[in-house]
């Protein structure tokens, strides 16, 4: 059986069962991160690989989604997630810290969401 926090006796959304605490950030590149040539997510030093790796320098990834259109989500250890004043993991924060890493890694401008999951989605803005 599974090891569930309980509050008063109710089960409470939570990420670490068998882990370190997750958060959840959705990344808009403010630009398309797949295409062709230089914006193919799969090609070296492609916009995607710089933006994961700004990513790299200030928090700890678990998981990886494939970009679509200008996004993609990214499952970080929630203890190395950096946050701005006055910031917390909250649904549709943004999270200015990992936007400036990414910008930094990338040379372009980002918008990155705190993102929850909710039901049947992850909700961000």
């Known amino acids: ?24 950030v959705v990344v808009d590149m403010n630009t398309e991160v797949e295409g062709s040539g230089d914006t193919a997510f799969n090609t070296v030093g492609s916009l995607y690989q710089r933006a ?26 929630d203890d190395t ?14 999270n200015t810290p990992l936007e400036a890493a990414i910008n930094a890694a990338t040379g ?6 705190n993102a929850n999951l909710n039901g049947d989605s992850l909700n961000y803005d």
């Not at 090891?3 to 370190?20: E, L, V, Y």
């Not at 994961?52 to 250890?77: D, K, M």
């Not at 997630?81 to 943004?94: S, V």
């Not at 372009?108 to 969401?113: N, P």
């Open 108 to 113: 372009a401008s980002c918008t990155v969401w």
């Open 1 to 24: 059986m599974a090891f569930t926090t309980k509050k008063h006796g109710i089960t409470t959304p939570q990420t670490n069962f068998a882990t370190r605490k997750l958060a959840f």
């Open 52 to 77: 994961v790796q700004g990513i790299q320098q200030v928090a700890e990834i678990y998981a990886l989604g494939q970009p679509n259109g200008n996004y993609f989500t990214v499952v970080l250890s």
């Open 81 to 94: 997630l950096p946050y701005g004043d006055g910031e917390e993991m909250a649904d549709g924060g943004t």
